[in-house]
C-alpha cells in the first residue's frame, strides 16, 4: 500500500483546484516571479514546499503549490492577495493558507503555513533557479524494443483498460508479464513522488527478453471505469482481462504468462493465481498474507513510530482504527456503519479535546466518516491473502525490503512461505533485502518521507533478481 503524508497535501498529486487571478502591477513586484522554497516542519517530519508565482498575459499574479516529497506539483490556488510587504495564497481545495511577511532585500517571505486545525512556521527562500528533482534511472528514448499503445476491454467490469505494450526484439514468442500497481489510483507507470516504478521495471525485464504490460488503472489517465467504486475483487478483473489480452498476442508465448504486482497489486496477483491454473508465474513485490486489518495496525504502529509519535500516541492511533475496523468488518449497512464510525471519531474527538490538543470540526469528522465507508477500504480490512495464496499452485517469487513499513516483511514472506507450503507449491522463493523500503529503494529508515528524497527508482539487485528468476524458471 501505498501511504502519502497525512499532515500536509492530499494523497494523490495533480488535483486542479479553482483558480482566480487577482490582478496587480507586474513591473515594480516582478520580484515575486519565479519559485520560492521553504521545508515544512511537522513532528519529524520535513517536507519541501515550493510556491511558484507568475504573471499571466493580462498581468495577473497566479500562485501555484509544488510538494515534491509527496509527488505533487503545479496545484493550483484559489486566491492570491499582496501588499508592499506581505502576501497571503489560500487553496480552497487543500483547506490551507499561507500569510508571509516579505523581506525583499533578503530574498525570503517569513510566514505561517495553516492547513485546517494546524498551523506551522514557514519561511521561503527565492530560488535562482526552478527546482528539480533527480531521477537518474528512469529510462529516456531511443528504446531498443517496440513499444505499443493498446486497449484492453474487461467485459466483467464494463470498463476499458489504456496501457504499454513493450516487446522485445528479435523474433518471439516472448515470456511475458502483467505490471498490477499498488492501491490508490495509479497510472501505468506507478508514478509516486515523481518517481515512475513500472517505466522502469517494464524497460528492464524488455531489455531482458520478456515482453510486457502495464496500464493505468480503471478511472485513471486514459483507462475508462470509476476507480472510487472499486474494490481489490474489482481490480482483480482488470488485473485478468490485461492477461486474457496477452494470449491473443502472437509475441508472447501464452504458456508463460505471468502477474507482477506490487503491495495491494501482489495479493491482486494471488487472488487471480488461486483462480486461474493459466497463469504462468507470479511475482509478489512487498506483498502480504495477513488479514488486512491487522496489516493496517501495523502499518499506523510503524509508520507512526517512525514519523515521531510516542508508545500512548500509537496505542491510542491503533485502538481508534481498530474499532473502526471493526464496524467496518461486522455492520453490513452503509449507513449504519457511517454512523457508529461517526460517533466513534465524535468520542475520540472529544478525548482530545480534554487534553488540550487541537481537534478537527464537526464537518471534517462527517467526511471522515464518509471515507472510511468507501467499498475499497470495507473490503480491505476484511481480505485475508493467506486464504487465496495457500491455493497457488504456480512459481512464486516473493520480495520485500527489510525497511518496508508497509508491509512488515518477515512476518509476511513467513506467512507467504507457509500458505504456499500449504498449497503443496514447491516452486517458490522468498528473498529479503536488506536496507530496501516499500518502494525497493535504498533507504535510511523505511519511513514513507524519504521515498521521495531518495534519487533511485528500484535497487538494481530487486531487477535482476526479477529477470534472472522469470528467464530461469520459465525454462
Known amino acids: 500500500m501505498k501511504t502519502l503524508s497525512r499532515l500536509f497535501l492530499p494523497a494523490a498529486a495533480g488535483i486542479l483546484l479553482s483558480l482566480h487571478a ?12 519565479g519559485s520560492w522554497l521553504g521545508k515544512l516542519k511537522v513532528q519529524s517530519l520535513e517536507l519541501t514546499f515550493i510556491l511558484n508565482f ?11 503549490i509544488d510538494s515534491p516529497d509527496q509527488g505533487a506539483k503545479d496545484l493550483p490556488t484559489s486566491k492570491v492577495s499582496f501588499r508592499e510587504d506581505s502576501v497571503l495564497v489560500y487553496s480552497r481545495k487543500l483547506n490551507g493558507v499561507y500569510k508571509a511577511r516579505i523581506l525583499k532585500d533578503e530574498g525570503r517571505m517569513e510566514g505561517t503555513w495553516a492547513q485546517g486545525p494546524y498551523s506551522f512556521p514557514l519561511t521561503v527562500i527565492h530560488q535562482e533557479k526552478p527546482y528539480a528533482v533527480n531521477r537518474p534511472q528512469e529510462p529516456k528514448p531511443p528504446f531498443p524494443y517496440l513499444t505499443e499503445e493498446v486497449s484492453i476491454p474487461n467485459a466483467q467490469g464494463g470498463n476499458t483498460l489504456s496501457g504499454t505494450l513493450t516487446i522485445p526484439e528479435g523474433t518471439g514468442p516472448f515470456p511475458a508479464a502483467v505490471l498490477i500497481t499498488g492501491s490508490g489510483p495509479q497510472d501505468r507507470n506507478e508514478e509516486i513522488f515523481q518517481h515512475k516504478p513500472f517505466l522502469l521495471l517494464a524497460d528492464w525485464l524488455t ?16 483507462s475508462t471505469g470509476n476507480f472510487s467504486a472499486g474494490t481489490t475483487f474489482d481490480f482483480a478483473t482488470d488485473a485478468l482481462a490485461a492477461f486474457y489480452y496477452l494470449k491473443t ?47 493496517l495496525l501495523e502499518q499506523t504502529a510503524l509508520i507512526g513510530k517512525a514519523s515521531g509519535m510516542n508508545d500512548r500516541e500509537i496505542a491510542e492511533a491503533q485502538k481508534l482504527n481498530g474499532r473502526i475496523y471493526s464496524v467496518l468488518k461486522k455492520e453490513k449497512d452503509t449507513g449504519k456503519a457511517e454512523k457508529k464510525i461517526l460517533a466513534i471519531l465524535q468520542k475520540s474527538n472529544r478525548e482530545q479535546q480534554k ?86 529503494q535504498t533507504a535510511t529508515t523505511g519511513a514513507p518521507d524519504e521515498y521521495g528524497k531518495i534519487e533511485e527508482t528500484i535497487a538494481p539487485a530487486v531487477l535482476e533478481k526479477i529477470s534472472d528468476w522469470i528467464l530461469s524458471e520459465i525454462k
Open 355 to 440: 487534553k488540550g490538543d487541537t481537534v478537527a470540526s464537526e464537518k471534517e469528522l462527517e467526511m471522515q466518516a464518509k471515507t472510511l465507508v468507501a467499498p475499497w477500504l470495507r473490503t480491505f480490512v476484511a481480505l485475508n491473502p493467506f486464504l487465496y495464496l495457500e491455493k497457488v499452485s504456480c512459481p512464486v517469487l516473493a520480495l520485500d525490503g527489510e525497511l518496508d513499513l508497509q508491509v512488515p516483511p518477515k512476518e509476511n514472506l513467513e506467512a507467504i512461505e507457509r500458505a504456499l507450503i500449504f498449497a503443496g507449491n514447491s516452486h517458490y522463493e522468498t528473498v529479503l533485502f536488506p536496507k530496501l523500503n516499500h518502494l525497493f
Open 22 to 33: 487577482f490582478p496587480q502591477t507586474g513591473g515594480e513586484h516582478g520580484f515575486l516571479t
Open 249 to 295: 498476442r502472437k509475441e508472447a508465448d501464452t504458456g508463460k504468462i505471468g502477474l507482477i504486482g506490487h503491495s495491494e497489486g501482489a495479493i491482486i496477483a494471488s487472488l487471480n493465481a488461486a483462480s486461474n491454473k493459466e497463469i504462468g508465474f507470479i511475482v509478489l513485490m512487498a506483498g502480504t498474507a495477513v488479514p488486512g486489518d491487522k496489516l
Open 207 to 222: 531489455r531482458h527478453g520478456i515482453l510486457v504490460l502495464r496500464y493505468d488503472d480503471r478511472g485513471i489517465g486514459k
Open 54 to 64: 507568475s504573471f499571466n498575459e493580462k498581468d495577473s499574479l497566479t500562485v501555484t
